[in-house]
């Protein structure tokens, strides 16, 4: 059951009281009004009532606060949606967590920072309501601002235009200086404290660390962000207004210029005295401004506090000077809002910040309510980026856009996948959406076919169109990086092929690159290559994208039900003839039971509906079987169309019927085959699939000649049977043609790269010499013997693909591309070999009636 269908269990003090002796903290089931203990429980738990079994909400009331949703969660608090019941109004709901408000020094710097922030009246700082407790529980309701922060825009746009950015530092310098005027130094200036409204006003927020003039230091320890804190706070000076006028200089640095002004990712204070004595200069880190924007950012972020703006009226006044400089002059924000408030459609959402990490003000969360959960990649609700366009707005067709992304986004995130795909398709139909927007979107709609189980081929198409990325050409860095992005992981997800183990290598750790490795996955596991796919998705939850797109970790529970499934593949049953009618019947509802049990769609469901259809076939054939009458013994000088049995092999002279190699002539193009396919024949069938079925062991190993042996040994009774064979002793042939092609191309000893194998990592090597049982391969150390059958058969595929198999299948080499397509069935590629054959029929009627007479065999 989803969250939003939960019932409302009330308030620790909703509903009738009930005396339990112990005195508990009570609600009552809405559902069957039986008693529940919540003593414990945090706000908003989610329980299962012990009397009817229902999903219900507890402890939904805080004072005169009803919680209506959570919107995110720290390491000291949780921010709630929250109704107030007295005055009829949306607030954020700030909660202390129960464990840390038994902590006196904690409940004090958390209510210092509501009386603090409540002491500021003012636009452009965010306003606190109330504070107070309810059953342990310390809370602040504070203003529900629309839209995002500054860090979420940061991520989504990779910087601001330099009119917006000024816009908003002169908005939070006003409410700095209002803070100041009230004797406060806020001390924690980051992008994440600054939220965007609806009219891209800039609101100051969490007031956490924040110190009054000339007070002590109530908290000891050094909280502040690394990249943005003044110089002078690494050595233990006072502070003073000038560390936060250092502070937003770094801010809007990060802003402008699309990352921050320092690599500051170290716990070492000398390191990062080190860092910041480095002189910084906004137009040397590329950021498309004017002189003017680049000498004011410069000075704020002047080493020596003295040689940064004097006051705040300075700061301000610099700021203004720059503005009027700009084309359009002071006047331009004005229009801009104007413009924006004709057109914008309402659909931004409301958030929140300040509820931190492991400390208060190191990891201010900024949570965006996006019609149910999730990081916005466009939660700003600006789908493209301002790439010094100046004073550039958006469209209403641009910001339907924005809101449409985010409503699939939020679709797919809550597990229905049906709906994402067609709610991201739609809009790829739109004519307002552009890059990056569209290359994210086309990525999320071969995700969202690849979660619902739809055919490799839907969503190759989406990651086909990704590839060809258009519309990067006048990027900035920051979005030609995405651009690169869609072209490598969208060439890689279009091919038929699964991916390589070792792919991963390609995209960088710790970026957004590593999205990719969460579509590999899902595309190897619905090609039936499971236990790479669930690799690569282990790997994608493994991934970190806190520095920028922060978005995408939302993703990770995604992979939780695939690992699932994992555990499950393995114990499906495999029917066989062999086994007796009623263990078929019972292995059939096992595995209808089993598919029902799955939680995934696609690779996993499909296998086990593949075996449970299978399970009708052979029951077919073995009733088939048992009422044929016995058929009686083919005499030495048979002349059956096709036999190749040791009786033909004595008769005089050649069958007409057969090839030199003793291989049934298929019919000409167009011809039908004159076997008929009766009960009889359709129990051999059944047989001769046992008997391909062994010999598969051995060109899974690549022995093709042993295979080959095998199935040439076997006497066909019916015609039918014996076509049959013929066909796979023709596929078995062309299977072994790719393979002595890939090893005498081996074998010229040029090859030099990443060898996938069947088990274990993937080795850089030098293929030196090849043979039809080993590869001789350098490991930089000198020659060692690589039995051809540890090689993995995907990376054989993939390697004539780079060298012989470069174009697309067409009539001038149909026939390299049928010997792989053989290859990689009689191989294991199963999935692969499919998809290949869908190209290959309409060019090849004798390949596509071959295809389809082997169809269901081994």
């Not at 959570?70 to 949306?90: I, K, N, P, T």
């Not at 958390?110 to 309501?129: D, G, M, Q």
């Not at 995604?558 to 593949?569: C, F, I, Q, S, T």
């Amino acid at each position: 059951m989803a969250d939003d269908d939960l019932k409302d269990g009330g308030g620790a003090t909703g509903g009738e009281e009930v005396d339990s002796g112990a005195n508990p903290e009570i609600n009552h089931c809405p559902s069957c009004g039986g008693v529940i203990d919540i003593a414990g429980l945090a706000p908003f738990s989610k329980v299962i009532c012990p009397h009817c079994d229902e999903s219900v909400r507890v402890r939904t009331c805080l004072g005169n606060y009803q919680i209506l949703k959570m919107l995110g969660e720290g390491g000291m608090s949780q921010v709630f949606l929250a109704e107030d019941l007295a005055l009829d109004r949306q607030v954020a709901l700030k909660i202390l967590h129960q464990d840390l408000s038994r902590d006196a020094a904690l409940m004090a710097l958390f209510e210092r920072e509501a009386k603090l922030t409540a002491s500021i009246s003012h636009p452009n700082v965010v306003k606190v309501y109330t504070v107070g407790s309810d059953n342990g529980y310390f809370f602040i309701a504070m203003e529900l601002v629309d839209n995002v922060s500054l860090e979420q825009r940061i991520l989504d746009q990779g910087l601001l235009a330099e009119r917006e950015a000024l816009d908003l530092l002169h908005d939070v310098a006003s409410g700095l200086r209002a803070a100041y005027q009230g004797g406060l130094i806020h001390r924690d200036i980051k992008p994440g404290n600054i939220l965007l409204t609806e009219d891209h006003t800039g609101k100051l927020v969490d007031f956490g660390l924040a110190v009054q003039q000339g007070g002590d230091d109530e908290v000891e320890d050094l909280w502040a962000t690394p990249f943005y804190v003044p110089p002078e706070k690494l050595d233990g000076k006072p502070d003073d207004f000038r560390g936060d006028i250092y502070s937003l200089g770094a801010t809007f640095f990060h802003a402008l210029a699309g990352r921050p002004p320092f690599d500051a990712n170290t716990a070492s204070l000398d390191e990062l005295r080190e860092i910041k004595a480095r002189p910084v200069s906004l137009h040397h880190a590329g950021a498309p401004v004017s002189a003017a924007t680049a000498k004011l950012i410069d000075q704020m972020m002047a080493y020596k506090p003295e040689t940064r703006p004097k006051s705040y009226e300075a700061l301000l006044k610099a700021i203004e000077e720059v503005q009027a400089r700009l084309p359009g002059g002071a006047a331009s924000r004005s229009r801009r809002h104007q413009a924006l408030g004709s057109e914008r459609k309402r659909f931004s959402w409301p958030v929140i910040i300040g509820i931190g990490g492991g400390s208060l003000a190191v990891l201010g969360l900024v949570i965006s309510m996006i019609v149910g959960k999730g990081f916005g990649f466009l939660d700003s609700g600006t789908p493209d980026t301002f790439l010094g366009e100046g004073d550039r707005v958006l469209s209403a067709g641009e910001k339907a856009v924005a809101a449409r992304y985010n409503e699939a986004r939020s679709l797919l995130l809550d597990g229905r996948f049906g709906a994402a795909a067609t709610a991201f398709s739609s809009l790829l139909e739109s004519q307002d959406i552009k890059q990056p927007t569209r290359g994210w979107t086309e990525f999320h709609a071969g995700l969202a076919a690849m979660l619902n189980g739809e055919s490799p081929a839907k969503a190759r198409e989406y990651f086909a169109e990704m590839a060809k990325a258009p519309g990067f050409e006048d990027a900035s860095e920051a979005l030609a990086a995405q651009g690169e992005f869609f072209k490598k992981a969208g060439r890689m997800l279009s091919d038929p092929l699964p991916v390589l183990p070792g792919a991963e290598e390609n995209f960088a750790s710790g970026s957004f690159e590593r999205f990719a490795l969460l579509a590999f996955g899902l595309k190897n596991w619905n090609q039936g290559q499971f236990d790479s796919g669930l690799a690569f998705l282990d790997q994608f939850a493994k991934s970190d994208f806190s520095t920028g797109f922060s978005w995408m970790g939302a993703y990770r529970e995604l992979v939780e039900p695939y690992r699932a499934d994992a555990e499950r593949v393995p114990k499906l049953p495999k029917p066989s003839i062999s086994m007796s009618e009623d263990e078929l019947v019972r292995i059939k509802s096992e595995l209808e039971e089993k598919v029902k049990a799955f939680k995934t769609k696609g690779g996993a469901r499909t296998l086990a509906q593949q075996r449970a259809e299978r399970v009708d076939t052979i029951l077919t054939a073995k009733k088939a079987l048992a009422a044929a009458p016995p058929e009686p013994a083919r005499n030495s000088d048979s002349t059956t169309k096709g036999s190749t049995g040791p009786a033909v092999a004595d008769a005089g002279g050649a069958d007409p019927a057969t090839m030199p190699n003793g291989v049934p002539k298929p019919p000409a193009p167009g011809e039908s085959a004159a076997a008929e396919w009766t009960d009889e024949a359709l129990a051999e069938k059944e047989e001769f699939g046992e008997v391909a079925n062994a010999a598969g062991a051995a060109m899974k190993d690549y022995r093709f000649e042993a295979a080959r042996e095998s199935l040439s040994a076997y006497a066909a009774k019916t015609e039918a049977v014996d076509e049959v064979r013929g066909d796979y002793l023709v596929a078995i042939d062309d299977a072994k043609a790719f393979r002595d092609r890939l090893i005498a191309f081996l074998g010229n000893g040029d090859w030099e790269g990443k060898l996938a194998r069947k088990q274990g990592l993937a080795i850089d090597c030098k293929v030196v010499a090849a043979q039809p049982d080993k590869l001789v391969v350098d490991l930089m150390f000198g020659p060692n013997d690589l039995p051809l059958a540890e090689v993995a058969p995907a990376w054989m595929l993939a390697t004539a693909r780079e060298a012989w198999l470069v174009n697309p299948p067409d009539d001038s080499n149909v026939s390299d591309w049928i010997q792989a397509v053989w290859f990689a069935r009689e191989t294991g590629l199963d999935k692969e070999a499919e998809q290949l054959s869908e190209t290959l029929t309409p060019l090849s009627e004798e390949f596509a009636a071959r295809w389809k007479r082997l169809d269901g065999l081994p």
